[in-house]
């Protein structure tokens, strides 16, 4: 079983920037990809960002690709995402997952196979 905890979220202005943390422990394992989604109320639950167990290779969703940054450093369980020029629109709750396939290019939550509790990130205008 693999266990996985976000940190980092809160209310923020429009403009700021917040880091988001993602610790994964439990089961002893290498080689899976790492991804970020989000959930805003109302909505279906979307793809971020997801990056590969070395950290070399990442995905980004089109949408956010310039303010959103993924981050991971090799073999190591913790990763990132640096959210920069934040908007109202991107107040959501922010879940991270593991792709034990390790398919960095995975877009679609069914294809995670372990999930974060998440982290409420609000902007306000």
């Known amino acids: 079983q693999v266990q996985l905890v976000e940190s980092g979220g809160g209310l923020v202005e429009a403009g700021d920037s917040l880091r988001l943390s993602c610790a994964a422990s439990?089961?002893?394992?290498?080689?899976?990809?790492m991804g970020w989604f989000r959930q805003a109320p109302g909505k279906e639950r979307e793809f971020v960002a997801a990056?590969?167990?070395?950290?070399?290779?990442?995905n980004y969703a089109d949408s956010l690709k310039g303010r959103f940054t993924i981050s991971k450093a090799y073999a190591e369980n913790t990763m990132y995402l640096q959210m920069n020029s934040l908007k109202p629109e991107d107040t959501a709750i922010y879940y991270c997952?593991?792709?034990?396939?390790?398919?960095?290019?995975?877009?679609?939550?069914?294809?995670?196979?372990?999930w974060g509790q998440g982290t409420q990130v609000t902007v306000s205008s």
């Open positions: 997952a593991v792709q034990m396939g390790g398919s960095w290019y995975a877009t679609s939550s069914e294809q995670y196979d372990y």
């Open positions: 439990g089961r002893t394992f290498s080689g899976y990809a």
């Open positions: 990056i590969s167990w070395s950290g070399a290779n990442t």
